[in-house]
């Protein structure tokens, strides 16, 4: 893939330094594992929903934490003894895992449940008030008309 020089962009923008950064990391060859599968979907105007595929993890056996700006979710199976049984052949992945998720700025975590194999976790984006677009009144400097005075003599 090509490699684009983003250095023209720092010198025009202010407060996307984060943005370009994730960008050059785009193009780096994909290092991350692919277990578990997940989606992430819009589920409303500042909402969104992130669905893992953890099949056959326990809740004790799961973990999520938010620390800036990073959702890191991390999945650790408890050791089988070998009474537990021996198997013929095993396709169900009993790995541990650890995914994490670059979060926008002022996005919250609402929720995490864990329901039918998949772990969904709720995220909202809330825009403090200070941030939110807000319109000025342009003020009004129009001189007022000068009155000519008439000198009667």
């Known amino acids: ?7 023209p962009l720092y010198r025009s923008t202010v407060g996307f330094d984060r943005l ?3 960008l050059d990391t785009l193009g780096q060859p994909d290092q991350t594992q692919s277990y578990p599968p997940y989606n992430i979907e819009r589920t409303g105007e500042n909402a969104y ?6 099949a056959g993890f326990a809740e ?9 700006h990073t959702l890191t979710v991390k999945g650790e199976k ?13 396709g169900i992945a009993k790995r541990a895992f650890e ?13 995490a449940q864990l329901k039918n194999g998949l772990l969904h976790i709720d995220l909202v984006r809330e825009i403090p ?15 007022q008309p000068k009155q000519i005075e008439a000198h009667t003599s």
């Open 1 to 7: 893939m090509r490699h684009f020089d983003f250095s």
């Open 20 to 22: 370009f950064t994730m």
């Open 49 to 54: 929903r992130i669905t893992m595929a953890v």
């Open 60 to 68: 004790s056996e799961l973990s999520i934490e938010a620390r800036e």
């Open 78 to 90: 408890a050791e089988e003894t070998a009474e537990d049984g021996r198997f013929l052949y095993r």
């Open 99 to 111: 995914r994490r998720f670059q979060l926008a700025d002022h996005v919250e975590i609402r929720g």
């Open 129 to 143: 008030e200070a941030m939110k677009p807000r319109r000025i009144e342009i003020a009004s400097t129009a001189a």
